[in-house]
């Protein structure tokens, strides 16, 4: 347990440090020997790669229809319903935020609209690993359905067998993706930035991964002929604020919850209670046991902070300087304080309020931005899937009216063509009159 107020602010601010990322200049060296092969080889380069890191040697790289077809016939009644529940709860949330466009007329005769369109086409990355992410696949591609980008590319590397997970491929279906390549890390983020033979190139890139899926990421999102990504991520992590009202085994829960995400994963407990802290630590050994990831979880539980504040409003400050991916708060009247909160991905609302429930079917988007990002991105939605435009009309007397502001400024700036757009307008209208 840390005690708050008996660090200075130096130590105070090496307590919220994350974990620390791999060295970033051997990770982009490899990254762009990566990316520079699949701009040279292109599907030979992704296949040589696949079958190095994966241990599947495919001859293609497209996952056939009638593999994802056969998806539902793979699954249990109860797998398919979940899905389907998620799937239902997704939608409806990212279809409440369908943007409306405006129309102003800022001064009689001058009109300005602002406008928003799909996205036209978009890749999804969905991370293999130890576990299938059918969950990841609804919110990336549920949303893009919705938006109504016009083609979704959705990767994901295969296993040894060169198989994907039947709730993989039944989730994709749901969201109308057809477009499913078996192939991971930044060979596949470079395949959809720059195009294969097979993987259509697209716009923009959206999805967690490893280490080295953020770094090919950050890397095409700034190269030439590249796509535009999400925004920048690393390890996932959560922060629970809790006072002596907070049930410890929930607290214990939710800790763990994300720390059987990976071994870099990050659970954070900001309590004003010390007696609710040592109750949590003491469940969490407990939980731990439990656990089948218990080797991850426990790896990761390496990281975790058990910090104790004077107050519940200091913990509040604490989490918005940590700026956390996922926040729960369970205190009493645990709604009353989101005003008081600046700096949050997501944020979970008292004790029936899981992480979980955001993680898979609550509808809103578990793709965060994490390690502080959350201070200046915002929680994957829609309008990440769209682009906006603006529009402007003006009538020949709104012109008028406003062609003298238009000549100072572009005298004032030096730029001569600027003011002879505007005056060799003046001309052949007073010409006309």
């Not at 080889?41 to 190095?52: F, N, Q, V, Y």
């Amino acid at each position: 347990m840390i005690n708050w107020n008996l660090l200075d602010e130096q130590a105070q601010n090496q307590v919220l440090e994350r974990p620390a990322l791999a060295d970033s200049a051997k990770l982009f060296d490899a990254v762009d020997t990566i990316i520079n092969d699949v701009i040279a080889r292109g599907d030979a380069a992704i296949l040589d790669l696949t079958a190095r890191f994966d241990g599947a040697k495919l001859h293609s790289l497209r996952c056939p229809l009638e593999r994802i077809d056969a998806a539902k016939g793979e699954l249990r009644e109860d797998v398919i319903a979940a899905i389907d529940r998620a799937y239902a709860n997704i939608k409806s949330f990212h279809t409440a935020q369908r943007p409306q466009s405006v129309v102003v007329e800022t001064m009689p005769g001058v009109r300005c609209e602002q406008h928003t369109v799909a996205l036209e086409k978009v890749g999804l990355y969905i991370p293999g690993g130890t576990a299938p992410l059918p969950s990841t696949v609804l919110m990336l591609g549920v949303t893009a359905q919705v938006a109504g980008c016009k083609m979704a590319v959705l990767c994901t590397p295969p296993n040894e067998n060169g198989e994907i997970a039947a709730e993989i491929r039944y989730a994709a279906s749901l969201c109308g993706i057809d477009q499913i390549f078996l192939c991971g890390g930044a060979q596949a983020v470079a395949g959809m930035a720059f195009g294969t033979d097979s993987i259509p190139k697209v716009d923009k890139i959206f999805g967690p991964g490893n280490s080295f899926v953020t770094a090919a990421k950050q890397r095409v999102s700034t190269m030439p002929r590249g796509a535009a990504i999400d925004m920048p991520a690393g390890p996932s992590e959560v922060l629970v604020l809790a006072d002596a009202s907070a049930n410890p085994v929930f607290v214990a829960a939710d800790l763990l919850s994300q720390a059987e995400h990976g071994k870099d994963s990050q659970a954070i407990l900001v309590s004003n209670c010390e007696t609710l802290i040592n109750r949590v630590i003491a469940e969490v050994e407990k939980q731990l046991a439990q656990l089948s990831r218990n080797e991850i979880a426990t790896a990761a539980m390496q990281h975790s902070r058990y910090i104790l504040t004077e107050s519940f409003a200091q913990a509040v400050e604490v989490s918005n300087q940590y700026a956390p991916e996922h926040l729960i708060v369970q205190a009493e009247n645990a709604s009353s304080w989101l005003s008081k909160i600046t700096n949050a991905g997501s944020i979970f609302v008292g004790p029936w309020s899981p992480e979980s429930a955001g993680d898979y079917a609550s509808g809103t988007n578990h793709v965060l931005p994490t390690y502080g990002y959350s201070r200046m991105y915002s929680s994957l939605g829609l309008l990440d899937f769209m682009r906006r435009y603006t529009v402007q009309e003006l009538t020949q007397a709104g012109f008028e009216a406003l062609a003298p502001t238009l000549i100072t400024l572009s005298t004032s700036e030096g730029l001569d063509a600027h003011g002879k757009a505007v005056s060799l307008r003046l001309d052949a209208i007073a010409e006309n009159n």
